[in-house]
C-alpha cells in the first residue's frame, strides 16, 4: 500500500512529498534489516533472538591478547560473586570494602581498586567510576546510619574531579551534614595512596518512609 501512495502522490516535489518518501524508506530498510537477522547467523554463535551460545563465545575468545582475557576472566568472577554478594556488579568491578566509621576522621570509610578496566582513554580512572564510587559510598554511609529497613536513593551529586587517579586504592571520607528524617546530606572526600586529594562531592538522599 506504501509503494502505491508513493507512486501516486501528485505533488512530487513538495516537501510534504519528500518527508513521506523519506519515512517510507525508512520503514522498507527496518523491514529488510530484521529479515537478515532474523534468518541468518554471523558466524559467531549468535542466532535468532542474539542467543549466544559456548561454542560462540569461545571463538569470540580466541583473538584476545593475555591482558583482555584476564579482563574478561575479572568480569566473569564479578557476575559471579554478584549471584551471592549484596554488593552490584559494578561494586565487585570496583573491588568496594567497607571498613566502617573511623573515630579520628569523624567519617565513614570507604575503598575501591584503580584497575585497567575501569581508565578512560588517557590510562586515568573514568571520571564516571569516581563519581560512581561516590555515590556507593555515600549510600552505605546512608545505610549504617540509618539502618538498612528502609531503601534511599540519590537526589543528587555534585562531584568537583581536583586530580586524575592513576593505580592503586583510592579511600573516600564521608560525613554526614545534616540528618533529617527522610533527606539526608553527605560530603565526601576521595584520596589515593600517596594523600592526594583526588575529588570532592556533595550529595543528597532520600529516604523512603
Known amino acids: 500500500m506504501l509503494d502505491a501512495v508513493i507512486l501516486i502522490w501528485p505533488v512530487r516535489h513538495s516537501p510534504v512529498f519528500f518527508v513521506f518518501r523519506g ?41 584476545l591478547n593475555a591482558i583482555e582475557l584476564d579482563t574478561i576472566h575479572k568480569q566473569v568472577q564479578a557476575l ?17 570494602q567497607s571498613p566502617g566509621y573511623d573515630e579520628q ?6 575503598r575501591m581498586l584503580v584497575t585497567e578496566e575501569l581508565k578512560n582513554r588517557y590510562k ?15 549510600g552505605s554511609t546512608v545505610f549504617q546510619e540509618m539502618g538498612r529497613d528502609r531503601r534511599s536513593v540519590t537526589l ?27 533527606i539526608l546530606v553527605l560530603e565526601t572526600k576521595v584520596t589515593d595512596e600517596r594523600e592526594r586529594l583526588i575529588a570532592r562531592a556533595s550529595g543528597t538522599f532520600f529516604r523512603f518512609s
Not at 30 to 40: D, I, L, V, Y
Not at 105 to 110: D, N, V
Open 23 to 63: 519515512a517510507f524508506l525508512w520503514y522498507k530498510e527496518g523491514e529488510r534489516h530484521q529479515t537478515t537477522r532474523s534468518n541468518s547467523s554471523n558466524g559467531y554463535g549468535w542466532k535468532r533472538g542474539y542467543e549466544m551460545t559456548l561454542d560462540g563465545l569461545l571463538k569470540e575468545l580466541q583473538d
Open 80 to 96: 559471579k560473586r554478584a549471584r551471592v554478594s549484596p554488593l552490584a556488579y559494578i561494586e565487585e568491578m570496583m573491588n568496594f
Open 105 to 110: 576522621a569523624e567519617a565513614y570509610i570507604h
Open 124 to 138: 586515568i580512572l573514568h571520571g564516571g567510576m569516581t563519581a560512581t564510587f561516590i555515590d556507593t559510598a555515600m
Open 156 to 182: 543528587d551529586l555534585y562531584v568537583s574531579f581536583l586530580k586524575p587517579a592513576v593505580e592503586g586504592w583510592l579511600t573516600s571520607e564521608t560525613q554526614v551534614i545534616k540528618k533529617g528524617r527522610t
